[in-house]
């Protein structure tokens, strides 16, 4: 089994930048094809939205229109570790953000087969 753990999320003024982390522990039993990882987030009443793909050499990503050019994904194979890199924050990026891993490049959450407890990013005006 995999286990994912974030860290990283805390209160943060709109503006400014943040960074969270999801460190990857375990194996993916009887897997052996590559992995896609994923961060989403999931604002209060409203649907979990795929915000960045990364895939498993980290030569790949893939943004939602919302964040594109001001979030930035990344992935430290050595450390099993994946990065958000949050800039420019702004009020609507508030929401509980969770990391992800699958096995096929997609953007739905039901694509996802393990998943982190989730860091809050709240921001403030």
């Known amino acids: 089994q995999v286990q994912l753990v974030e860290s990283g999320g805390g209160l943060v003024q709109a503006g400014g930048s943040l960074r969270v982390s999801c460190v990857a522990s375990g194996r993916t039993p009887g897997r052996t094809s590559s992995n896609v990882m994923a961060w989403f987030r999931q604002a209060p009443g409203k649907e979990r939205e795929y915000i960045a793909l990364i895939s498993e050499k980290g030569g790949v990503s893939l943004y939602a229109d919302s964040v594109k050019g001001r979030f930035t994904i990344s992935r430290d194979i050595a450390k099993n570790t994946v990065y958000l890199q949050m800039d420019r924050l702004k009020l609507e990026d508030t929401a509980v953000y969770y990391c992800?891993?699958?096995?096929?490049?997609?953007?739905?959450?039901?694509?996802?087969?393990?998943w982190g407890q989730g860091t809050q990013v709240p921001v403030s005006s």
């Open positions: 992800a891993l699958g096995f096929f490049w997609r953007t739905q959450p039901q694509d996802y087969t393990y």
